[in-house]
T-cell receptor
Framework: TQLLEQSPQFLSIQEGENLTVYCNSS?????LQWYRQEPGEGPVLLVT?????EVKKLKRLTFQFGDARKDSSLHITAAQPGDTGLYLC??????????FGKGTLLTVNP | NAGVTQTPKFRVLKTGQSMTLLCAQD?????MYWYRQDPGMGLRLIHY???????AKGEVPDGYNVSRLKKQNFLLGLESAAPSQTSVYFC?????????????????FGAGTRLSVL
């Protein structure tokens, strides 16, 4: 069974601060997806990384896939209240199913 | 664009009652999934389908049944609801394909159904 561990589980910061969320596993994944979920809604895909060492940027968000494709990180620069939400990482394997981490609940206070 | 639509959005059941959750997608996706989300547990796969007329068990299938009679619909049934099934249920769909075809493996989620079993 493939497991994804996310840390931290909760994060409360002030507007303008930087933060990093981690997603780690002992298993290799063919791809790693990051989703954001807002209250009362379903998860929405932010990015997919597929190559070891890959870095993708989405405005103030930077995503990295580990060289061994076992871990990933999400870095947010100058966080804003609109970044508040549950961030989920999900690993893709050799089939069509995803393994989800338990999520990081981010609160950005104005 | 409707995407993935779940009905109902909220439901309260008494222990032992039955109900069906409906998921409909208008993207002509082959694969569909049912998850439950509980505090501190993340998203756990209940059942999934890789095409019309097919279903398979996921990580936590006990107490649930599913059917995929039409490609666009995926139904989740609770035959005899239990308090342990109180949760938020999400349906998702994807085009489906090999793991190398990343675009085909992106899952699109509905807004969820909040179910309470008393």
């Amino acid at each position: 069974t493939q497991l994804l561990e996310q840390s931290p589980q909760f994060l409360s910061i002030q507007e303008g601060e930087n933060l990093t969320v981690y997603c780690n596993s002992s298993s290799v994944f063919s791809s790693l997806q990051w989703y954001r979920q807002e209250p009362g809604e379903g998860p929405v895909l932010l990015v997919t990384v597929v190559t070891g060492g890959e870095v993708k940027k989405l405005k103030r968000l930077t995503f990295q896939f580990g060289d061994a494709r076992k871990d990933s990180s999400l870095h947010i620069t100058a966080a804003q209240p609109g970044d508040t939400g549950l961030y989920l990482c999900a690993g893709g394997g050799s089939n069509y199913k995803l393994t989800f981490g338990k999520g990081t609940l981010l609160t950005v206070n104005p | 664009n409707a995407g993935v639509t779940q009905t109902p959005k909220f439901r309260v059941l008494k222990t032992g009652q039955s109900m069906t959750l409906l998921c409909a997608q208008d993207m002509n996706h082959e694969y569909m999934y049912w998850y439950r989300q509980d505090p501190g547990m993340g998203l756990r796969l209940i059942h999934y389908s890789v095409g019309e007329g097919t279903t398979a068990k996921g990580e936590v299938p006990d107490g649930y049944n599913v059917s995929r009679l039409k490609k666009q619909n995926f139904l989740l049934g609770l035959e005899s609801a239990a308090p342990s099934q109180t949760s938020v249920y999400f349906c998702a769909s994807s085009k489906g394909g090999s793991a190398r075809d990343i675009a085909k493996n992106i899952q699109y989620f509905g807004a969820g159904t909040r179910l309470s079993v008393l």
